[in-house]
């Protein structure tokens, strides 16, 4: 009786365990957005020595969209620098990014402007909820044999819908 009792209850908790990810990954809306406004750190240059040497970089900011059937619209794509001091604006009217589509926005080595603690603002929105984006900001750069490159991801600071 206690083997037939503990091979049930062992086969209950295994289609629990294999009917859970269903569950959760199927049914689990809460990560859907309509719209958010994101922060994402950039870094025009960072600084290495004793005596605090700019490492000029290149700074790319990419937007994914990541929702495999619905698109989203950039709204708002704009620089700003180390003491939050707007630089660049980017998008003048929305930008559509189809489905799995992606956008980029390059700042150039030579341009110091940003700073350090150089940043972007995205605004994105949808009709219906959808995955949102990955928005990530990539560092590289180079001088004499040393190359150094790194990103940032965004992180969401507003619910606009």
């Known amino acids: 009786m206690t083997k037939i009792f503990s091979s049930t209850i062992t086969g209950v908790l295994l289609c629990i365990c294999w009917l859970c990810p269903l569950a959760v990954n199927g049914a689990d809306y809460s990560g859907l957005s309509k719209g958010q406004v994101l922060y994402v750190p950039a870094y025009s240059h960072i600084y290495s020595g004793n005596k605090e040497k700019p490492f000029l970089l290149t700074v790319t900011l990419s937007v994914r ?29 929305p930008v559509q990014l189809k489905p799995l589509d992606s956008q980029r926005y390059i ?29 990530e900001s990539i560092m590289i750069g180079a001088q004499f044999q040393q190359g150094i490159s790194f990103t940032s991801r965004a992180r969401e600071i507003l619910e606009t819908k």
Request: aromatic share 10%; hydrophobic share 35%.
């Open 65 to 93: 969209n990541i929702d495999p059937k619905n698109p989203i619209r950039l709204m708002l794509v704009d620089y700003y620098e180390t003491q939050g001091k707007l630089l660049k604006q980017y998008v003048f009217e």
């Open 107 to 135: 700042i150039a080595e030579k341009d110091e402007s940003g700073g350090s603690g150089a940043n972007f603002l995205v605004e994105w929105q949808s009709d219906i909820p959808v995955n949102p984006p990955i928005v």
